[in-house]
């Protein structure tokens, strides 16, 4: 388990210490911004995939605190529809907060649109959601240190893309952030902005509802632990 803890740990430090921080500026001015995206990315897949190969639940070190419920089980289910669907649009729309995309923030407001219009970080919350729904149902301390972990960097990762791209681009993200919000349906809810269901696309929806479904039947062969008790 100290393996896992380490891995973990070496995770969020690169993440929480170095991204969004003063040092990245640092190892920016020094290596470049290419070769520090590329160290950065080395980095973190390493680490990456030290937290799954020494990931192990079942260890008889590892204390239980609570077993899942077929209620908690079910609302994990429900939680994690909305972050499939936010997961797809964040995959297959073009995102101003996403790296190698910055130069769409010269529309401001205007680049808020699609899943946009929901949250400006679908990718990220849709990590915070999926970490959400596990830690309700894994009670033992791996599960907490990964779930807890991943959701930790997520969202500490909204605030320091924000932080950056303020410092970097100014009135254009101000702009930008004006008709968005980083928690779901909040700038749509205060009147900043709109829901329109055709610019997020009737295939993304639908094309989240499957992979979700699909989770549903398959993740006890893929993981061991099947998604609703019943």
Not at 50 to 56: A, E, L, P, R, T
Not at 188 to 217: C, F, H, M, P
Request: glycine share 10%; proline share 3%; aromatic share 10%.
């Amino acid at each position: 388990m100290t393996a896992f803890v380490l891995a973990m740990a070496l995770f969020i430090a690169i993440h929480l210490g170095v991204s969004g921080t003063r040092l990245r500026g640092a190892a920016v001015a020094s290596l470049g911004e290419n070769v520090y995206r590329g160290l950065f990315s080395v980095a973190s897949a390493l680490c990456l995939a030290g937290v799954i190969w020494f990931f192990d639940p079942d260890n008889a070190a590892n204390p239980v605190w609570w077993d899942a419920s077929a209620g908690r089980r079910w609302l994990a289910v429900l939680i994690l529809l909305p972050a499939w669907v936010l997961l797809v649009g964040a995959l297959s729309q073009s995102n101003p907060t996403a790296v190698g995309q910055e130069a769409g923030l010269a529309r401001g407001a205007e680049a808020a649109t699609g899943v946009l219009r929901v949250t400006r970080h679908p990718f990220l919350i849709a990590v915070l959601l999926w970490a959400f729904a596990h830690l309700l149902n894994k009670g033992d301390l791996v599960s907490g240190l990964l779930f807890g972990g991943f959701g930790l960097v997520a969202a500490w990762g909204t605030l320091a893309i924000d932080a950056k791209a303020l410092a970097a681009k100014g009135d254009a993200y101000r702009r930008f952030m004006a008709a968005t919000s980083v928690v779901p349906f909040l700038a749509i809810v205060q009147g900043r902005n709109r829901l329109v269901l055709g610019e997020i696309g009737w295939w993304r929806l639908a094309l989240g509802l499957v992979l979700w479904a699909a989770l549903l039947q398959f993740h006890g062969a893929v993981f061991g632990v099947p998604a609703v008790l019943l």
